[in-house]
Every structure is written in C-alpha cells, then in structure tokens.
C-alpha cells in the first residue's frame, strides 16, 4: 500500500500477479491537515477482493480529538461510512497524531501511536480496528516503561496467540502480552526478555555508543528488523534466531517482504504463511 503524494492517490500493488489499483484519498485524509496510515488486507483465499483500512484524527467543533477510519472494498469499489472513536482526554487540542505501521492480529489491525505536537515522541496509545465489528477502539499500552521512544516498540501477535507488544530496553527487548483473569479483566504482563547484547555479541566496547531501532517487522514469522550504530539485524522471535543483514545506512529505510509459498519442513527466517496478507504503506 503506497501513497502517492503527488496525485493524491492509494497505490495498490499485488506482487504476485503484478496488479496495480489505484484509489483516491476521501477529502478527509488530508496530510496538510493531519498524518494517516493505513493498511490493505485480503482473506484468506480471496485472490479477487481486497479492502484498504485508512486510519487518521481530526478535532470537531467542541475540540475534542477522535481516530476516524474509512474502509474501502473492491466488492463495492466504494469507501464506507466513517468510523470514529474519541482519544484519551490527556492529548492537547489540535493534536498532530502519528500512527506507525498497521499489524494484523486475530481478526483486528493494530497501530501504535502518539502525538506529536508536544516534540516528546511520548508512546500515547493502541488504536485497534476490528475487521468483523466494523469498530474503533484505543487501548491502553503496559504500565511502568518508558513510552519516550516510539522506535523502541513494537505491536505484534503474543507468544501463545493474542495481543502483544514488544519494547527495547538498553540491552533487552521486552515481550509484553494481554492476559485475561478469572473475572475477564485484560491486562498487560511481561512474557519473556531476550538479552540483545548476549544473542548480538556485543563487546563492552561498543556497548558504550550502542543504541537500536526497530526499522521494520515481518509479522507473521515474528520477525525484527533491528538497527545498530553499525549493523542490520534480522531477529526472528520463535525460535530465537538472528542474522546480521547489512553494514548500517545512515539514510536508508527498510521495508521487510514476506514471501508467500507452501512451507517447507527447516525453513528458517522468512518462511512461508498461508491466510491473509497484510502490506504496509511506504
């Protein structure tokens, strides 16, 4: 899913049959207005039908800030009603959101995101689109860890099936899961840490001037794109396995792909899926 500043325009590209759609942005998705992400989904099976979910905020006449979406099918070849929910009451007027990258759990898109008019890259929220309901919802993200890096995390399916969220701490990435009592109250608890510096072979040295990034996530496979002062790492999370991709760019971006293909007994990183693809917006 590519948006084409220029024309004004969703580019809906199909690598595998090399099928390019083109769709208008509704007037309301106005980027000189306020940032939007999206994402474009097919089930599984569906090779004809897809449906692209936009995601964005506006602020109404009383001044209050809502996440609005519009969804649109190649069955209708319309976009649909627009969907809103209000966001947490904490946010300052006029809020100028970003949303990262859209990821698909169980039958729900998820996208982090924050608000950028305070210049503090403060994790503020989840927003999540449930596919079946039609319904926006923000959920909150774990307590007690620091939200000032919004690089540093990650929305992602659980160990075990779920909801989850991954979060880089110095030398440490953190799994976080939503778990749900007796009583069906939901809640975020950790999981499991992976030691970067220990998987990495990261000398005292370079442990000095380290740092990382999250630049990219294959979810399916659960797999980290990790960026360094120096190298790219390739992590994927079950089982626990890394490859160093690159030397580190200092202007470049990276885009994961994941492969479609029946899966082969010890394939490793990047293996085959079948269900739903999910392609994310450049």
Avoid at 55 to 80: C, D, F
Avoid at 156 to 170: H, P, T, V, W, Y
Wanted: with cysteine; aromatic share 10%.
């Amino acid at each position: 899913l590519i948006y084409h500043l220029a024309r004004y325009q969703l580019l809906v590209w199909d690598p595998f049959n090399v099928d390019l759609h083109r769709l208008a942005v509704p007037p309301e998705f106005d980027r000189l207005k306020a940032l939007f992400n999206g994402a474009v989904f097919r089930a599984a099976g569906d090779i004809q039908h897809f449906r692209v979910v936009l995601v964005s905020t506006e602020t109404n006449e009383q001044q209050h800030t809502w996440a609005i979406a519009r969804v649109y099918s190649t069955e209708t070849a319309i976009w649909g009603d627009r969907i809103s929910t209000p966001l947490p009451s904490k946010l300052p007027i006029k809020s100028h959101m970003y949303f990262n990258m859209g990821v698909l759990v169980g039958h729900s898109l998820y996208w982090l995101f924050n608000d950028r008019s305070t210049k503090t890259l403060l994790l503020d929220g989840i927003l999540e689109f449930d596919l079946e309901k039609q319904i926006l919802a923000v959920k909150p993200v774990p307590v007690g860890i620091p939200k000032e890096n919004m690089c540093r995390f990650q929305v992602m399916r659980a160990e075990g099936g779920g909801l989850g969220i991954l979060f880089l701490s110095n030398f440490s990435a953190q799994l976080w899961k939503v778990e749900t009592d007796c009583d069906g109250a939901a809640s975020w608890v950790l999981g499991r840490t992976v030691e970067l510096d220990k998987l990495l072979s990261i000398d005292s040295r370079k442990k000095r001037k380290w740092h990382q990034n999250i630049e990219g996530f294959a979810e399916y496979n659960n797999v980290l794109l990790l960026r360094t002062p120096t190298d790219l790492f390739m992590i994927q999370l079950e089982p626990l396995q890394f490859k160093k991709v690159s030397k580190t760019k200092k202007w470049a971006r990276y885009h994961p792909f994941e492969s479609v293909y029946a899966a082969v007994v010890g394939t490793s990183i990047g293996g085959g899926h079948d269900g739903a693809k999910l392609l994310h917006n450049t």
